[in-house]
């Protein structure tokens, strides 16, 4: 419908003799009080022969005109929807391209994040004994004629700083050696009595001079499959850590179980234990307590994280809990792959 306006725009159509037979576009522009609307045809225009019947047309052009402003304004709100699904898809496409990227990225920023606050830490630690030997040696260079007697106590300084060097390295190329997938554990059947032995004959005598008490608790035996070298290493962390701890007088404890096919090492201490808010952090790499490094209990805090490290490779577990009333306890637990019991010390 296009209403009575239009009839007069009709009237001014011109006949083009020459559009015979051919289909063209024509607009028509019809004004109702001040509001002017095109109108938009298809067009036909055809010459009626004079031997048809119909005497109103015969010999007659006639015009023949279809509407198709409905046809324009559903392709323009055809194009309307088309733009803006295709808006709302290149959006959502962006968002989920952003959103799997920054996923899939943050693994990636997490470990690269971590590996360059680890070589920091490592060049921090490595630093301070550096600068230690450093002034040592410098100040044995200013006595040519003093005899090695005479200096030892500056020459021992810079041996202690060379084996904490030392210690430090190991752990540090144990850790990146880890970092690089590299495997480290070499599993072999343990007899569990002579291992703890090994350990012991170390460690009793050091608490001794230190007048603190190391008591075992051994309720375990029999050959057990991991790699002696390296839980060896785990738990002597643990017990330097504990004796380093426990002020003198103190006593610490290690207790060696089997439970439900696990063997669990824990060692408890009567020192200052470790505060609630320490507990999760303790086992990251240069975590300490007291922050301070110039500390009497020296360390650079990667023992507890090489721990970690070798009862994850034995897909094991390291906790931290109280001691009562004060203290740490330290326990390891880690599968067993093939044990033989003792018939009087094993629990089940
Ligand atoms: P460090 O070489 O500094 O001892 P560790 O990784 O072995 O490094 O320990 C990390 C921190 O955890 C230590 O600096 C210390 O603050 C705390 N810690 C570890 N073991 C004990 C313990 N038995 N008692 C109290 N605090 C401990």
């Given at each position: 419908?296009?209403?009575?306006?239009?009839?007069?725009?009709?009237?001014?159509?011109?006949?083009?003799?020459?559009n015979i037979n051919k289909v063209k576009g024509l607009v028509i522009t019809t004004q109702f009080g001040t509001k002017r609307s095109n109108h938009y045809f298809m067009t036909l225009l055809i010459k009626v022969p004079r031997t048809s019947t119909n005497s109103t047309y015969s010999g007659k052009y006639v015009l023949i005109l279809q509407n198709i402003d409905a046809d324009?304004?559903?392709?323009?709100?055809?194009?309307?929807?088309?733009?803006?699904?295709?808006?709302i898809f290149w959006a959502l496409a962006m968002i989920i391209a952003y959103v799997l990227s920054r996923s899939s990225m943050r693994p990636i920023l997490v470990s690269w994040k971590k590996q360059r606050e680890f070589s920091a830490d490592a060049a921090h630690e490595l630093r301070t004994p550096i600068?230690?030997?450093?002034?040592?040696m410098e100040y044995l260079l200013t006595k040519p004629k003093q005899r090695i007697l005479d200096e030892a106590a500056s020459i021992s300084t810079t041996l202690d700083e060379?084996?904490?060097?030392?210690?430090?390295?190991?752990?540090?190329?144990?850790?990146?050696?880890?970092?690089?997938?590299i495997i480290q554990i070499q599993p072999k059947s343990v007899d569990l009595k002579d291992w703890i032995k090994r350990t012991f004959n170390i460690y009793q005598p050091l608490a001794e001079n230190q007048?603190?008490?190391?008591?075992?608790?051994?309720l375990a035996s029999g050959q057990v499959i991991f790699d002696p070298d390296l839980m060896h290493?785990?738990?002597?962390?643990?017990?330097?850590?504990?004796?380093?701890?426990?002020p003198t007088g103190g006593s610490i404890d290690v207790l060696i179980k089997r439970l439900h096919g696990r063997l669990i090492i824990s060692v408890s201490d009567t020192g200052p234990g470790i505060p609630d808010k320490d507990k999760r952090n303790i086992f990251e790499r240069f975590y300490r307590v007291d922050q301070s490094r110039n500390t009497k209990t020296g360390g650079n805090g990667l023992g507890l994280a090489i721990a970690k490290f070798i009862v994850q490779q034995h897909n094991g577990k390291i906790e931290v809990r109280d001691n009562y009333p004060h203290g740490a306890v330290f326990q390891i637990s880690i599968p067993i792959t093939r044990e033989k019991r003792h018939p009087k010390t094993d629990k089940p």
């Open positions: 419908m296009i209403g009575q306006g239009a009839f007069s725009a009709f009237q001014g159509i011109k006949l083009v003799k020459r324009l304004l559903a392709m323009e709100s055809f194009k309307k929807s088309l733009f803006i699904t295709l808006l600068t230690v030997i450093q002034n040592q060379v084996n904490q060097m030392q210690t430090l390295i190991k752990r540090l190329l144990m850790l990146s050696r880890g970092d690089a997938n007048h603190k008490t190391l008591q075992k608790n051994i290493q785990a738990l002597v962390i643990l017990l330097d850590n504990a004796l380093k701890y426990t």
